[in-house]
């Protein structure tokens, strides 16, 4: 893997690859968006509204160049039990759960933005490798299956000439977006796929899906819309709305900031640049805040988009930028141009990108690592497709974390010796804590020991309460038979820690004056003699 590096300054060739990329994307953002409106159970605008100020502030603003924010089907499946529950509160055709999701977005953007400022963000260094690939997998599934919908009507799968007509077109897009890049590395092939199958759709005049049947199937009427407007949420401002609201609030906003920063570190391996966590929190939570002030569902990093949008050339902060505009100018003036897109071009480029995000090196090292490593990713995949992200990545890490700790439980060891002068010595190797205090105490012979014995930690280390409250119930065993126990080479900060619990671990810690970190006043020691 090549060292990560900072973003370059954006050159001529930049510019371009961002410009057509971020006109790609806002063609691709077009039915997510309308899709996850429909999920959320909003109108299509308040979707394409939240596609929008998504993606334009936090390309502005956000921790990651290149990545983009929008309308989600992780954080849509929560909204619609927000809305549904919120319609239930007020008059019927009230629409006051969509007025209580802005209020949401509110506290979400809080949230978020906390995260960031107390610097929340790197807590993504926690997710292992296996979760991290599980994520990957998981959400391939997820946007594959997601786009079966498209072959379905009034939740029936279509047949006949329909179902061929799709395939073909689909299958052509596929072969585009294959065969562009070897013609010529740098050509933005989801744009020139989905523009050369719209013209063969509408010149041809093939009957087949489109962005308008797809939206007015699901009881849409189009796409066209004027500017987000200002407006406060109109749901009263009391301690009930704060407890409905809540709970909502919270989950959508962990689920948020996982999906942006997992989203974040596999844009950072692909592009081999450094993202930077805490301000994709604040960026995240100021966008969504804006939401619910404008009239959007508000959203998160998708990784889909992302990724169509970074194999397309879209390095900087301008392939967003112009996603936003261009889906905003879809929305005011150009939407029966859209709205004409054969959905066969989209989902075609969706499968592309399912095929890219996947992570297929998961087949190749099945035999080469460790198989608990491939249980996690196995959880993580099934966990991502069944429930959400925020379930499938706190599973998979609390799992890694309880394996992490069981096989370094099995590693601590004891040498033992004596030495000339009759003291018996335990040189520990292994850490010692939680989870290996158990098998630490199986180590000591006290019955046959000498009177004088030495607990040797040169190779080990005392991490934890329960790693002192091993050495204290091996300290009162030793002084009940009327033997002296000392401790030996500890590092500062496990020195500082038997202090800090001196009452509870009544024992004797030598000074080495050969061992420099054995000691806190090695220096004194040194002087004085």
Known sequence: MEPIKEIAPPSEQTIQADVFSGVTVALALVPEAVAFAFVAGVSPVVGLYGAFIMCLLTAVLGGRPGMISGATGAMAVVMVHLVTEGNAMGPIGSGLGTQYLFMTLLLVGVLQGLAGVFKLGKLIRLVPRPVMMGFVNGLAIVIFLSQLNMFKVENAWITGTALWTMLALVGLTLVILFITPLVHKKAPGALISIVLVSLLVIFLDIDTATVLSFIQQNGGEGIQAGLPSFAWPQVPLNLETLYFIGPYAVILAAIGLIESLMTLNLIDELTRTRGHGNKECMAQGFANFVNGLFGGMGGCAMIGQSIINITSGGRGRLSGVVASVTLLFFILFASRYIEAVPIAALVGVM???????????????????????????????????????????????????????????????????????????????GPLFFGSTTLFLTKFDMDEDPDEVIIDFKESRVMDLSAIEAINKVAENYQRMGKNIHLRHLSKDCIRLIKRAHKICDVNVLEDPNYFLSVDNYRKHQMES
Do not use: M, Q
């Open 351 to 429: 499968f592309f990108v399912v095929f890219k995000t996947f992570a297929w090196s998961t087949f190749n090292i099945i035999n080469k690592v460790p198989k608990w490593d491939i249980a996690v990713i196995v959880l993580v995949t099934g966990l991502t497709v069944i429930f959400d992200l925020a379930i499938a990545v706190f599973a998979g890490v609390i799992l890694s974390a309880l394996l992490f700790s069981w096989e370094n439980a099995l590693r601590i060891r004891a040498r033992k010796s004596i030495d000339e002068h009759g003291i018996k010595h335990y040189e520990i190797y």
